[in-house]
């Protein structure tokens, strides 16, 4: 027999300092934000890297910007510090970095911590993967995605 789980009153009534759409806007009012068609230009460059923020499973089923670095917004810290075990090279590379996630909250929220720790330059993309594809930009599957997969 099912019984269904009855939530604790405090959980249901939780008052959070912050929630994300304040960390949101508070973090979008101290980084940069750069439009679709400005993107896409530098898209084209080769002294910047896009940056991609999503969940694995979100790549597989929708693709990426062709080029992007994948980067899972779990890992962001440890792999911009050179200090850390984890560090990628890829962030010390001296290069512009432009972050995207689905739909610029993710992003938002990874380009203010990566302005915290030093890495520059950073910028978001405006509206996210979502965007980039709605505009009909050039959009690739994941790399090392079997064939059928």
């Known amino acids: 027999m099912y019984h269904a789980r009855t939530i604790p009153t405090e959980v249901a009534t939780l008052k ?3 929630g994300f759409r304040q960390l949101v806007d508070e973090a979008k009012a101290r980084i940069t934000t750069i439009g679709l068609d400005e993107a896409h230009t530098r898209h084209a460059r080769g002294d910047v890297v896009f940056v ?3 969940d694995v499973r979100e790549l597989e089923r929708e ?3 062709p080029g992007a670095f994948h980067c899972p917004r779990g ?3 440890f792999w911009i510090d050179p200090e850390s075990p984890y560090h990628k090279d890829i962030f010390a590379s001296g290069k512009e970095f432009v972050f995207y996630c689905n739909g610029a909250w993710r992003s938002a929220l990874a380009t203010d911590v990566a302005q915290q720790m030093g890495l520059a330059p950073v910028v978001e993309m405006e509206g996210g993967f979502t965007a980039w594809k709605n505009a009909g930009f ?3 599957a994941r790399p090392g995605k079997k064939a059928g997969s």
């Open 16 to 18: 959070l300092k912050k």
């Open 52 to 54: 991609d923020l999503r």
């Open 63 to 65: 693709g990426m910007i």
């Open 75 to 77: 890992m962001l810290e």
């Open 138 to 140: 050039p959009v690739a």
